[in-house]
């Protein structure tokens, strides 16, 4: 995976920052109400989502988890900023913990988390064979993992789906378990999910 600092999806800054973050919360609230279904989490759960954006799933998973905890990392202050607002009465709470860190060095003891959620960006991550084994020292053994991403931009849904594979392969590489793919048709291109458990 490229590490693309400078684009304004990957890491949110200033006015094309707050744009970007517009945008994302416009056109992924369809895709996060589908990713965050498909960590089926229960309220005690610990639940982590792995660049959070403006925090529409961070929101979502917070309607769900009423005795556990939401908890988020992002490169971008601006992200933080706009999650924050968006789910300030769950931050004060302490129900949503919101960080400003990256994938590859996050700041959790390991095995915290039942659920991990990363919605439309893995391709920013950069190392993805290291980052995914950061994800399994956060996870508990047992907890699922759901990269989720829909490239708008591809040529063809073969090759959205080819996507899916490729990180299929990488979880399965690092030690992920029971890996598997769910696809949903969204247009313009199908969104593709890649699931995998910790082993116990």
Do not use: C, Y
């Amino acid at each position: 995976m490229t590490d693309s600092i400078a684009d304004p999806f990957g890491n949110p800054r200033g006015l094309a920052g707050q744009v970007a973050g517009w945008l994302m919360a416009l056109s992924n609230r369809q895709l996060n109400t589908w990713a965050v279904d498909l960590l089926a989490v229960r309220p005690a759960d610990h639940v982590l989502e792995i660049g959070f954006g403006p925090g529409l799933a961070v929101q979502a998973l917070a309607r769900r988890v009423r005795r556990g905890q939401v908890a988020g990392v992002d490169i971008s202050a601006l992200m933080v900023r706009q999650a924050t607002a968006r789910n300030g009465a769950a931050v004060r709470q302490g129900q949503v913990q919101l960080h400003e860190a990256g994938v590859s060095k996050m700041p959790f003891g390991n095995a915290t988390f039942d659920k991990v959620l990363a919605v439309n960006n893995v391709q920013f991550w950069p190392d993805l064979s290291h980052d995914l084994r950061e994800v399994l020292r956060v996870l508990k053994p047992g907890g699922l993992l759901a990269i989720v991403l829909q490239p708008r931009r591809a040529p063809s849904s073969d090759d959205v789906l080819a996507v899916g594979e490729g990180l299929a392969a990488q979880l399965q590489a690092v030690g992920f378990r029971q890996v598997r793919r769910e696809v949903a048709d969204m247009g313009p291109m199908p969104a593709v999910a890649v699931l995998g458990t910790r082993p116990r």
